[in-house]
């Protein structure tokens, strides 16, 4: 379905109407893209005159081309960086956060495999490298693959700091290069651990951490670990379509579309 | 009238063909300008003799080791599967093979190396990965070898062609010759048709070997991307292409793990440079043994 309607999506755009006469370019993080994507679509069946395109990349792809020039919005799964803040300031670039959605990162694993829920300790051993095998986790004897992201992904960076705690993830991690790669490695892999946002968990098991499920109750209550706001940037507060955009992906409707996800509304 | 029209077309092409070199400048000048942070501040036996790479990390960790091993690790399997398929394939389309059987193989061929590399990788990720996965009982399909797989069949059709012309420059007397001689077919192919086309099919050989090293799609899709050293041929690895593209984006312009990256693709440039020098010497020498050369 989701596919059906990205292709929609794609397809509305190549067939863009000649009187668009806004246009807005999204680009960033692959784990805001999906709440962005189908927002954006029913706020330009609303609104004929404003073409929105929206790509991924990750996180800090979107906001090094918000700072170059190169995109209206930078979708972010992570709070910007200092050092991103001031190549910013040397460009004139302001960049402006506005929240679109809730997120928790959720550890998963294939759907064969009997384990259901780690400690926060065994999710940092597991990603460093220090346990190396599901048998000392309460699992089946099997050796663990980690899956991770690649360096460019906010989760990666979201992940390090609320999982990891600053310490260096193993390097026999497999870095993939979008949240969908990674379900698909861990669906067909069956001693696969990853990480993906909660609007990708048709395919994998969602481990629950500590006992907690990542649930929209738990995460709005903040007792699941790994949960974070996700942002997009703008440079200065958004004008013109881009607020008005903004704005109805922040209201009832747009924060429903987002739950529609498995996104978790704010509003 | 016509001396003109022929001088001006004449500048006109010499001007388009410089083009290609005045690019090929540019882009060195552009690897070579990039990487001198990197070269400047840090540490070039660090660079080229540790296997850690952690740009992200605090301090950031910049060796390469790994990762060149990773290329030729790869590099080096595909060719192994690479090379005996497909010259045995041209000795076949080009000695053996009836007209009809030609005519049927050879578009089939030539529509393999027509097709974009990320068809190989999805085709690689979807069905070669879980297959080597569940008969080698790995614990992931995508790996080193997988990738050394599926670079092969892209390499395949590239050694094909350049091996039958090799092939094609072996004078027809050196066969009749051989055949005068009541040398049978095996024979002629085996002693003479093969060696006085040798040094043409390691040229093919070569130019594959920097096609593989120089793919990147694929093994961004399949090799697996850990950074660790391989353990096996199966391990899950990251060449120095799939580091190059899937952390350009991220890196801070002039930032130091910008201009690291832009090294790892000046090395990559140089290898594949002295993979083609090779190539056209070994060619050059071929030619001049057969009474070609100019």
């Known amino acids: 379905m989701k596919k059906l309607l990205s292709l929609l999506l794609l397809a509305t755009f190549t067939v863009a109407p000649a009187f668009a006469n806004e246009r807005i370019v999204a680009e960033g993080s692959t784990t805001v893209l999906p709440v962005m994507q189908r927002t954006a679509e029913v706020f330009m069946n609303q609104n004929p005159g404003v073409n929105i395109s929206i790509r991924g990349g990750g996180s800090g792809v979107g906001i090094n081309s918000l700072i170059g020039g190169r995109n209206d919005i930078a979708m972010s799964s992570r709070a910007i960086r200092d050092s991103e803040l001031r190549t910013a300031a040397e460009r004139g670039v302001n960049p402006r956060a506005t929240m679109v959605a809730l997120d928790a990162i959720a550890v998963v694993v294939n759907n064969n495999n009997p384990v259901n829920n780690l400690t926060q300790q065994q999710v940092t051993d597991i990603f460093t490298g220090r346990i190396t095998n599901w048998s000392e986790v309460g699992g089946e004897s099997r050796a663990i ?14 992940f390090n700091e609320l999982a990891l705690r600053g310490q260096r993830q193993s390097r026999r991690a497999m870095m993939q290069a979008s949240n969908q790669s990674v379900a698909q490695v861990v669906s067909t892999t069956p001693g696969a651990i990853g990480y993906v946002g909660l609007g990708y968990l048709d395919r994998v098991k969602a481990l629950s951490i500590d006992g907690i499920a990542p649930t929209a109750e738990n995460v709005l209550n903040g007792a699941f670990p790994y949960a974070r706001p996700l942002f997009v940037y703008t440079n200065g507060a958004p004008t013109g379509a881009a607020q008005r955009f903004l704005n109805f992906v922040q209201s009832a409707a747009g924060q429903r579309l987002a739950a529609s996800l498995g996104y978790v509304p704010f509003n | 009238m016509n001396s003109f029209k022929e001088r001006a077309f004449k500048y006109v092409f010499c001007v388009l063909a410089y083009c290609s070199l005045l690019f090929l400048l540019g882009i060195v000048l552009t690897l070579v300008f990039n990487s001198l942070q990197a070269i400047l501040n840090i540490n070039q036996l660090q660079f080229f003799f540790s296997d850690d790479w952690a740009p992200y990390f605090y301090p950031p960790i910049f060796g390469t080791l790994q990762l060149v091993i990773s290329s030729f690790m790869v590099g080096a399997m595909a060719c192994l599967i690479a090379v005996p398929i497909a010259v045995c394939t041209a000795l076949f389309l080009f000695e053996l093979a009836s007209p009809r059987a030609r005519a049927f193989l050879k578009p089939f061929i030539e529509i393999l190396a027509g097709l974009p590399s990320i068809i190989f990788g999805f085709f690689a990720m979807v069905v070669i990965a879980p297959w080597l996965q569940r008969t080698f009982d790995l614990p992931s399909g995508l790996g080193a070898f ?41 024979q002629t192919l085996s002693k003479v048709i093969i060696p006085a086309a040798g040094s043409g099919i390691s040229t093919a050989i070569i130019l594959g070997a920097s096609r593989v090293i120089g793919e990147t799609m694929v093994v961004v899709m399949v090799a697996g991307g850990a950074t660790a050293l391989p353990e096996s041929i199966f391990s899950p690895v990251r060449p120095m292409t799939a580091t190059i593209a899937s952390e350009m984006g991220e890196a801070a312009h002039g930032s130091l793990h910008f201009s690291a990256l832009f090294e790892i693709g000046l090395m990559l440039f140089v290898i ?13 020498k071929f030619r001049l043994k057969l009474g070609h050369g100019r």
């Open chain 2, 146 to 186: 997988t990738a050394a797989f599926t670079l092969a069949f892209l390499a395949i059709p590239q050694i094909v062609s350049i091996t039958e012309d090799a092939l094609s420059f072996v004078p027809k007397s050196f066969k009749e010759a051989s055949f005068a001689l009541g040398a049978n077919r095996w």
């Open chain 1, 145 to 158: 693959v980690v899956i991770s992201r690649d360096t460019a992904s906010g989760s990666f960076e979201t």
């Open chain 2, 272 to 284: 594949t440079l002295i993979l083609n020098l090779l190539a056209t010497r070994i060619s050059k």
